[in-house]
Every structure is written in structure tokens, then in C-alpha cells.
């Protein structure tokens, strides 16, 4: 009986697949690409878990067991990457709302000129390329020669060293940040206010509901599904702070708080060619990611009807 409804799926697969040919033949490039960047690869994973040596190659390299994953529990780096990781990624989500916020201004806006006009200069700061944001950064907030300097010496008194000081670091990377991306991640959030029905509006004005009503019981509601879901990516990647950013801004002065498990990875790996350990951190990392990603869409769809799948 199994195996007779087996045949019969397989039967309407391939049906559907003769059906819809050409939309299959559209998707193989993008399938190939996939396979080809994405999943062959993924078998360099083994060198965490080898003596990796580029003579011998991945797999004529040694065994070596879960050794440099005890390595790394054992470093005295464990708690300080996994600390000042943590400390980034939870600022950054606090954050969240407010791409949201921006949103709901923008759509609340009556004067198209203007409204467009605005939201064209707050996504404009997207565009600028890390290595010049950073830059812009450094001249911004230099106690000599920089703006904040100049501000300081207007009243007399002697600015502080803001990119110097391990306790500025991670308010100074995530406020950037949001400066920089909010315009840009509000996007998908207008689109998703555009598709509001007209009447819904229409109609919460004739029962004499308030402009703040209307956000809470339309708007809101919207949007709830759409914020959800990119909630859930961005907690799956909690430990996966950006590597180029954080490595640009880092000195000798703020390397207590700045220092995190991609950086970690990269000065491992390639400067001091220890690649066994510096996959085996890596992987460490994507694992804890995978399962966070997990744990959260679960929760989303017990306590709510979004979720990734």
C-alpha cells in the first residue's frame, strides 16, 4: 500500500516537473550556483576536526578529534569573544523597532515631495561602503582635528576619545549602524504598510478613530507578520557580528570590548595559519547560530501564526 501511494507521488512530481519545465530550466542557474558556492564547500568543514596541513590537504590530513574545539573552551579568548559577541548582537536587536518606527512616520506622511525627499536621504547613508563609513567615523569623533573636538573646544573643555575607550566601542558601532541601515531596512516595511487597504482607513475615520489608533489597529497589525520573520533572522544570527566593520574600528585602546568571534577567526586563521582551530571556532559559531535559529522559529510558531516554516 506504501509503496503503491509512493508511486503515485512520484508519478505527480514528475508530472509537474513536465508541466512546468521551462520555470525549472530558470531555476537551474540559480541551483547550480548554489550547489557549486554554497554546499561543495561545505566539506572543508572537516579540516575543524583534523590536523590540517596545505601539503597534505584536507583529506590526507590527520585526525584530530574534537581537539580544537577544547582548545578553544579552554582559551582565556573563549569568554571574551563570546561576551563581547553577545553584548553587540543583543545591543543591535534592542535596535529592532526602530526601522519600524521610521515606517510608520514615513507613511503617516501627507506631502508626497517632501515624503520622497525624505526617505530618499535616509536610505542614501546604505550606500556608503564600510571602509568609508569608518573612516567618516574616525574624522567624526577625533578629540583632535574631528567634529566632536571642535564642539568641545567651543565651550572651553577637552573631548573625549571616544573610538579610544573600550567602554564607547559598542554604542559607537551600533548607533552608526542604525544611522547607516534604518532608511534601508524600512524599506520592506513601507511596502508591506502600501498593501493596506484604503477602506480600512476610511472606515476607522467614520467610527472616529485617532491617527494613533489607526497605527495600533492597522498599521500594527500589518506589520506584525513581516517583523516577526526578520526578528527570527536576525536572532539566528546572534554570534554572527559583521567581521569588516568591527575589525576596522578596532585598535590596541578598545580591544577589551572589541574584540569578537569573526575577528578572533580571521587574526587564527590568517595571520597566524592555524586553520584547524580558526574552522573550528567558525563552526562552533554557525552551529550555535543554526540552533538559535531553530529554538526561535519554534517559539514563534507555538506563540503566534508566523514563522519560517
Do not use: C
Amino acid at each position: 500500500m506504501k509503496t503503491s501511494q509512493l508511486n503515485i507521488n512520484m508519478l505527480h512530481t514528475i508530472g509537474r516537473i513536465r508541466k512546468n519545465w521551462g520555470l525549472y530550466i530558470l531555476l537551474l542557474p540559480a541551483a547550480v550556483l548554489l550547489l557549486l558556492f554554497s554546499y561543495k564547500p561545505m566539506y572543508g568543514v572537516l579540516i575543524a576536526f583534523k590536523d590540517y596541513s596545505p601539503a597534505l590537504g584536507i583529506m590526507e590530513s590527520p585526525w584530530a578529534g574534537f581537539k580544537y574545539f577544547e582548545k578553544f573552551f579552554n582559551s582565556y579568548q573563549f569568554s571574551i569573544t563570546i561576551k563581547n559577541t553577545l553584548i553587540i548582537s543583543l545591543y543591535s536587536i534592542a535596535t529592532f523597532p526602530i526601522p519600524i518606527m521610521l515606517a510608520l512616520m514615513i507613511n503617516q506622511m501627507r506631502v508626497n515631495r517632501f515624503k520622497q525627499v525624505f526617505q530618499t536621504v535616509t536610505y542614501m547613508p546604505h550606500f556608503i561602503s564600510t571602509v568609508v563609513m569608518v573612516g567618516l567615523i574616525l574624522i567624526l569623533f577625533s578629540p583632535g582635528n574631528g567634529l566632536l573636538g571642535n564642539i568641545y573646544r567651543l565651550f572651553g573643555a577637552e573631548a573625549p576619545n571616544l573610538m579610544g575607550s573600550a567602554g564607547w566601542f559598542t554604542s559607537v558601532y551600533v548607533w552608526t549602524d542604525v544611522w547607516q541601515h534604518t532608511g534601508w531596512d524600512s524599506i520592506i516595511y513601507i511596502a508591506a504598510l502600501s498593501a493596506v487597504d484604503p477602506s480600512l482607513y476610511e472606515a476607522a475615520k467614520v467610527d472616529g478613530a485617532s491617527r494613533w489608533q489607526r497605527i495600533r489597529y492597522i498599521d500594527l497589525p500589518m506589520l506584525l507578520p513581516t517583523a516577526i520573520t526578520l526578528l527570527i533572522l536576525r536572532i539566528g544570527g546572534l554570534l554572527g557580528v559583521g567581521f569588516e566593520k568591527v575589525y576596522l574600528m578596532q585598535n590596541n585602546l578598545n580591544i577589551s570590548s572589541s574584540e569578537v568571534i569573526a575577528t578572533y577567526v580571521y587574526k587564527i586563521g590568517m595571520l597566524s595559519s592555524q586553520y584547524s582551530f580558526s574552522s573550528a571556532i567558525n563552526l562552533f559559531n554557525t552551529i550555535i547560530n543554526f540552533i538559535l535559529l531553530i529554538l526561535v522559529n519554534q517559539m514563534a510558531k507555538k506563540y503566534s501564526e508566523n514563522s519560517l516554516w
